[in-house]
């Protein structure tokens, strides 16, 4: 299972936001600790750039982040809000990772459109 399974509660031309269910059996969490198996923060930023372009049809390749924080673990079991918020005009792509306690990740995302 490569993505978690996910429920879109709000969208609209420009923003989206989605539930994760961040199930055990997610390749993402094997192996990255074997005591406490956690969600690795690169993994967040990848599934940010995915569910953008799946959903929001979000073009261009990954080319910097800005303000990236990371200020909790991402645990198996755990149910987590994803929002994302593109903005065409700066190629920059926004999200914010919550779950029940507040924030877990955020940041920008810029992206840049291939030249051929």
Do not use: C
């Amino acid at each position: 299972m490569k993505y978690p399974e996910q429920s879109i509660i709000a969208m609209d031309n420009n923003t989206a936001t989605l539930v994760l269910k961040m199930s055990r059996e997610l390749i993402w969490f094997a192996g990255h600790f074997p005591d406490q198996p956690v969600l690795p923060g690169v993994v967040q930023l990848q599934w940010a750039e995915h569910y953008a372009k799946e959903i929001l049809s979000v073009t261009g390749a990954f080319s910097g982040m800005q303000r990236v924080k990371f200020q909790q673990l991402v645990l198996p079991g755990q149910h987590l809000e994803l929002k994302l918020e593109y903005k065409r005009d700066k190629q920059q792509l926004w999200f914010q990772y919550l779950n029940a306690k507040g924030d877990v990740s955020s940041g920008r995302i810029t992206l840049t459109e291939s030249d051929h």
